[in-house]
């Protein structure tokens, strides 16, 4: 009686703690990937098992009474042995949903799991007619046979088979999965053996109960990867996911979307937060992956991640490349719709990039490249696939020339000469030159935008500043008569704290005069604050610097804001010089522009200088300064030492 007690303990307990894993698992409302659906099948299974060993420890004490209760003990007990030699089975498919391992009926590895699972299940189910795994005599005692020993040993080869794959994924798996896994594995196979060496115990699914709350909490419970404000899994849960993909060599497609027009979404709904975005299109974007289903054998469902709020990304496991880009026309067509937001319409517009795993990703830093970059400008693609990525997969690999473009010296300062009107040469601009030892020389309008993106700006103005300098120093430039070395200046790094102090402090390190160094600041990015870059410009002019206004004429600027700064010199834009020559217009532009800048008795620089005929005019426009190739194009240090010296370049 003891014994029948501690049985009906045992099960009860494994009952209620099944039963209150599932609850909370479908409260959870995360069943959407095949990992969770194994997870309810195996729990599913504990229950059966658990009331099954209620039932029998019930039904030992009263089978006598009735019939009825000695068929329901009967029925208890097959259905225990039918259920549980499927549990070890199942706990195989689900290590292989997790790492996203997939099975394939073609392969001879699955078929012979298969097979097996198959055949070792048609034991137990044909026992009523072979008595190979049990068998109850005349006084209803039940007798295990030498099948249910087979069972165990088969149960043991699928519990080995799932140790070596976890083995074989150990990498990919966060310490969290590890630890869940972990504990699972050693509280089954405890249960299993103190079953095994004594009977009367009867905690094997007491053990295999609490090993699944180990699981629920370490990896059903996946709360650290979804984004409960947005609806969706997060960067992290993509992070993973794709390392697990790019380990196993999984293919998987991702359609990346992006929303284009985020600032007007907010602006007309009135909300604070980019989280909007996924209220308005969150339902119809998971729609699109609960409409497809999930096949029992194609592993992972479709899955839709948000990196970002304003970003999605939909991983696609089963699809061909022709069904994934009829989607993403399906979807680039309905955001050309308007969306409904409380009674409203509002515009969600989004470009679409089409990227799979072996093809255009190689790596997880390759996926968030592309989830992260600028979009290309200039396109009215709102679908990029294939050729069309080549601008993406070209800008990542300047970004990664870019970041390590200072530790291997891929950076040279060249110098452009500048010339008076008497064709004396009298200063230079120093100009930023990349050579790659992958890329070879990549441009600037190429490198200076990536540089600005990943915050290494500064750190180039800095090595131009602090290469002009050491130049400087040698003498060289006064000897030849040059009056100054006009350097770039990015005007975000003017605004931010402490410039004033790191520019005074370059050049007081190197030891040169400061009034030899002239800062040149784009008049288009000047414009975006003028009141605190006139203060940065009036401390810095204080110190003996020079400033001038680069690229004049290009900018939509307020002129008298323009000329509030404090500016030595105005460089007007070549395009203003080569505009003239083209019609009456171009030339009256010029021609005011310059008469207006001398009024404000400015000095003016004119830039693009190329023909005989441009250095006539400007002659008679009496301009101060000339810069172009007419006189000479960008030289290296040593080239242009060798023209300032000898009036010819080497």
Not at 351 to 358: R, V
Not at 487 to 514: A, D, H, M, W, Y
Not at 575 to 584: A, D, F, I, P, R
Request: net charge neutral; glycine share 4%.
């Amino acid at each position: 009686m003891l014994s029948n007690n501690f049985a009906f303990g045992t099960a009860l307990a494994s009952l209620l703690i099944c039963i209150t894993n599932l609850i909370y698992t479908l409260s959870l409302q995360r069943t959407e990937k095949a990992q969770n659906k194994i997870y309810i099948v195996i729990l599913a299974i504990l229950i059966i098992n658990a009331v099954n060993g209620v039932i029998s420890s019930v039904s030992q004490t009263m089978l006598t009474v009735s019939d009825s209760i000695n068929s329901l003990y009967l029925v208890s007990r097959y259905l225990y042995f039918v259920t549980h030699t499927a549990l070890c089975p199942m706990f195989l498919y689900y290590i292989y949903c997790l790492i996203n391992e997939r099975f394939n009926l073609a392969d001879l590895r699955t078929i012979i799991y298969t097979l097996l699972f198959v055949l070792i299940e048609l034991i137990p189910l044909t026992n009523p007619i072979t008595n190979w795994v049990y068998s109850i005599d005349a006084n209803n005692v039940l007798h295990r046979n030498w099948a249910e020993y087979l069972i165990y040993i088969m149960a043991a080869v699928y519990y080995v088979i799932a140790l070596r794959l976890l083995f074989s994924s150990w990498k990919v798996l966060d310490e969290k999965r590890k630890l869940g896994l972990a504990f699972f594995m050693f509280v089954v196979a405890l249960g299993v053996l103190l079953q095994l060496l004594k009977k009367q115990l009867k905690v094997e699914v007491l053990m295999e109960a609490v090993g699944s709350t180990g699981l629920l909490l370490a990896i059903e419970n996946d709360d650290e990867h979804i984004d409960f404000t947005l609806g969706f899994y997060n960067r992290a849960a993509l992070n993973m996911d794709v390392k697990r993909c790019l380990y196993k060599k999984l293919p998987v497609s991702f359609i990346i979307i992006r929303i284009t027009n985020t600032d007007s979404i907010l602006k007309l709904t009135g909300a604070e937060s980019t989280g909007i975005i996924a209220e308005i299109t969150g339902s119809y974007l998971k729609s699109l992956v609960k409409a497809e289903g999930i096949s029992a054998w194609k592993g992972n469902p479709d899955v839709i991640y948000a990196p970002k709020p304003d970003i999605f990304v939909m991983a696609m496991y089963s699809k061909s490349v022709e069904q994934v880009e009829k989607l993403a026309e399906t979807i680039s067509a309905r955001f050309e719709e308007t969306w409904d937001y409380n009674g409203k319409e509002i515009p969600v517009s989004a470009a679409l990039l089409l990227a799979d795993i072996p093809g255009q990703i190689s790596s997880v830093s390759e996926l968030f490249y592309m989830i992260n970059c600028p979009l290309p400008k200039n396109t009215d693609k709102k679908i990029l696939k294939g050729g069309a990525l080549d601008y993406i997969i070209r800008r990542q690999t300047v970004e990664k020339a870019v970041a390590r473009g200072l530790l291997d010296n891929s950076f040279e300062v060249y110098y452009q000469p500048i010339y008076n009107l008497a064709g004396t040469l009298c200063g230079a601009e120093a100009l930023l030159r990349m050579h790659d030892k992958e890329l070879g020389d990549v441009y600037p309008d190429e490198f200076i935008p990536v540089a600005e993106q990943i915050r290494l700006i500064d750190d180039l103005d800095d090595f131009v500043l602090d290469s002009v300098c050491k130049f400087i120093k040698t003498g060289v430039p006064q000897q030849n008569g040059l009056s100054s070395i006009s350097v770039n200046l990015s005007v975000t790094q003017c605004l931010r704290p402490g410039f004033i102090e790191r520019i005074n402090r370059i050049v007081e390190e190197n030891g040169v005069e400061k009034s030899f160094i002239n800062f040149d600041i784009v008049e288009s990015i000047a414009a975006s604050d003028y009141r605190i870059l006139s203060g940065v410009i009036t401390r810095l002019k204080k110190d003996g610097f020079m400033f001038s206004i680069d690229d004049y004429g290009t900018g939509y600027s307020n002129v008298s804001a323009v000329f509030s700064l404090d500016m030595d010199v105005i460089k007007i834009d070549k395009s203003l010089l080569w505009n003239s020559k083209k019609n009456e217009r171009g030339m009256i532009i010029l021609e005011n522009t310059i008469r207006m800048i001398q009024l404000m008795r400015k000095k003016i620089l004119v830039e693009g200088v190329e023909t005989s005929a441009q250095l006539e005019l400007l002659k008679c426009l009496n301009v101060n300064y000339l810069q172009g190739f007419y006189f000479s194009k960008p030289l290296p240090k040593a080239t242009f030492v060798e023209l300032i010296s000898t009036g010819k370049p080497a």
